[in-house]
C-alpha cells in the first residue's frame, strides 16, 4: 500500500513538473523601433517556437527556452522587410533565427516575474531582462488540454547586437537604437504519451 502512495506522489510531481509547449499559431513577438526620432515604426517577427517550464511555487526553478524566426520579418512595407533581411540589419541568410534561454527567474508578485536571460541576435549572445507576467491555467475547452499564457517585454539597445546600419543624416538617427519589445506566448501541457 505504501509502495502504491509514492508511486502516487511520484506521478503527481510528474504531471506538475511537465513542460509547456508554446503554441506558435497563438504567439507573436513584436518590435516598435523609432524613425527621424519622431514616429514609430512596428513590426512583427516570424514564428515563435520553444518550452516553458514553470512553478508557481518556485518560480526560481522555471525554465524558458524560445527561438524566433527573423526571416519572416514584416513591417507592412515590402522594401523596408528586404532591408532588415539584409547583411545591413539581421542578415537571415547567415542568422535566419534568435534565441532566448532564461537563467533567472524572480518572482516579483502573484503573477509578475522578472526573466534574466541570454538572447542572441546576428549571432550576438547578451543578457537581458524581461518583466512578464503569466496568467493562471485554464482548460482549453476545444483541446481539454491544461492553457495559461506569459507576456513579456524588454527594451534593447540594437547596437549591442551588431545591428549598426545608419543612414547619413544631419540632425537625426534615421533608425533609433533603443528598441522595443513585446512578446505573446501562449502555452500548452500535453498529455505525455503513454
Same mark, same amino acid.
Do not use: C, Y
Given at each position: 500500500?505504501?509502495?502504491?502512495?509514492?508511486?502516487?506522489?511520484?506521478?503527481?510531481?510528474?504531471?506538475?513538473?511537465?513542460?509547456?509547449?508554446?503554441?506558435?499559431?497563438?504567439?507573436?513577438?513584436?518590435?516598435?523601433? +523609432?524613425?527621424? /526620432?519622431?514616429?514609430?515604426?512596428? =513590426?512583427?517577427?516570424? *514564428? #515563435? @517556437?520553444?518550452?516553458? &517550464?514553470?512553478?508557481?511555487?518556485?518560480?526560481?526553478?522555471?525554465?524558458?527556452?524560445?527561438?524566433?524566426?527573423?526571416?519572416?520579418?514584416?513591417?507592412?512595407?515590402?522594401?523596408?522587410?528586404?532591408?532588415?533581411?539584409?547583411?545591413?540589419?539581421?542578415?537571415?541568410?547567415?542568422?535566419?533565427?534568435?534565441?532566448?534561454?532564461?537563467?533567472?527567474?524572480?518572482?516579483?508578485?502573484?503573477?509578475?516575474? +522578472?526573466?534574466? /536571460?541570454?538572447?542572441?541576435?546576428? =549571432?550576438?549572445?547578451? *543578457? #537581458? @531582462?524581461?518583466?512578464? &507576467?503569466?496568467?493562471?491555467?485554464?482548460?482549453?475547452?476545444?483541446?481539454?488540454?491544461?492553457?495559461?499564457?506569459?507576456?513579456?517585454?524588454?527594451?534593447?539597445?540594437?547596437?549591442?547586437?551588431?545591428?549598426?546600419?545608419?543612414?547619413?543624416?544631419?540632425?537625426?538617427?534615421?533608425?533609433?537604437?533603443?528598441?522595443?519589445?513585446?512578446?505573446?506566448?501562449?502555452?500548452?501541457?500535453?498529455?505525455?504519451? +503513454?
Amino acid at each position: 500500500m505504501r509502495h502504491l502512495a509514492v508511486l502516487s506522489a511520484l506521478v503527481s510531481l510528474s504531471a506538475l513538473a511537465a513542460p509547456w509547449e508554446i503554441d506558435t499559431s497563438h504567439a507573436s513577438a513584436t518590435f516598435s523601433v +523609432k524613425h527621424f /526620432g519622431v514616429s514609430n515604426v512596428n =513590426g512583427t517577427l516570424g *514564428p #515563435v @517556437t520553444g518550452m516553458v &517550464e514553470l512553478d508557481d511555487a518556485d518560480p526560481s526553478k522555471g525554465k524558458i527556452d524560445a527561438t524566433i524566426d527573423v526571416k519572416a520579418i514584416d513591417t507592412k512595407w515590402a522594401k523596408r522587410d528586404e532591408h532588415l533581411r539584409s547583411p545591413d540589419f539581421f542578415e537571415v541568410d547567415k542568422f535566419p533565427t534568435m534565441t532566448f534561454k532564461s537563467t533567472k527567474i524572480t518572482k516579483v508578485s502573484k503573477t509578475k516575474l +522578472k526573466i534574466v /536571460g541570454d538572447l542572441t541576435i546576428h =549571432g550576438v549572445t547578451k *543578457p #537581458v @531582462t524581461l518583466d512578464a &507576467e503569466v496568467t493562471p491555467e485554464i482548460k482549453n475547452p476545444f483541446s481539454g488540454n491544461p492553457t495559461r499564457a506569459v507576456t513579456a517585454s524588454a527594451v534593447l539597445n540594437r547596437q549591442d547586437f551588431g545591428l549598426k546600419w545608419q543612414a547619413p543624416a544631419e540632425a537625426v538617427k534615421v533608425v533609433g537604437d533603443e528598441v522595443k519589445v513585446a512578446i505573446e506566448l501562449e502555452l500548452v501541457q500535453k498529455p505525455a504519451a +503513454k
